[in-house]
């Protein structure tokens, strides 16, 4: 299995970046893809996931209403279309697949939990 991150860049406080994250590899059951990000010094924090069995997400609170996550199955691929950035979002952020959970319409798991990881993709929101 093997995730890769694409997509970020430097962007102005009020801008827009588009994330994705590419998966390979065969999976026999549904899973939940959640992407996650780091800040210099901080610890890794859940952003947002879907589900891949009936396409449930879910938001931190810190980016509801600002970021978006979609799927395109026939392309392995997770988006996280993220508007109205601010500086307090600059961090690497990366995509990870839990394989014990099916849905996040609940909640997203914790970073511990997730199986797989890609390298991540920085994102800079800065004038």
């Known amino acids: 299995v093997q995730l890769v991150e694409s997509g970020g860049g430097l962007v102005q406080p009020g801008g827009s970046l588009r994330l994705s994250c590419a998966a390979s590899g065969g999976f026999l059951s549904y899973y939940v893809i959640t992407w996650f990000r780091q800040a210099p010094g901080k610890q890794r924090e859940g952003v947002s996931c879907?589900?891949?069995?009936?396409?449930?997400?879910y938001y931190a609170d810190s980016v509801k209403g600002r970021f978006t996550i979609s799927r395109d199955g026939a392309k392995n691929t997770v988006y996280l279309q993220m508007n109205i950035l601010k500086p307090e979002d600059t961090a690497v952020y990366y995509c990870?697949?839990?394989?014990?959970?099916?849905?996040?319409?609940?909640?997203?798991?914790?970073?511990?939990?997730?199986?797989?990881w890609g390298k991540g993709t920085q994102v800079t929101v800065s004038s």
């Open positions: 990870a697949i839990d394989l014990d959970r099916a849905f996040c319409s609940s909640g997203m798991g914790r970073a511990g939990s997730m199986d797989y």
């Open positions: 879907i589900s891949t069995s009936d396409g449930s997400t």
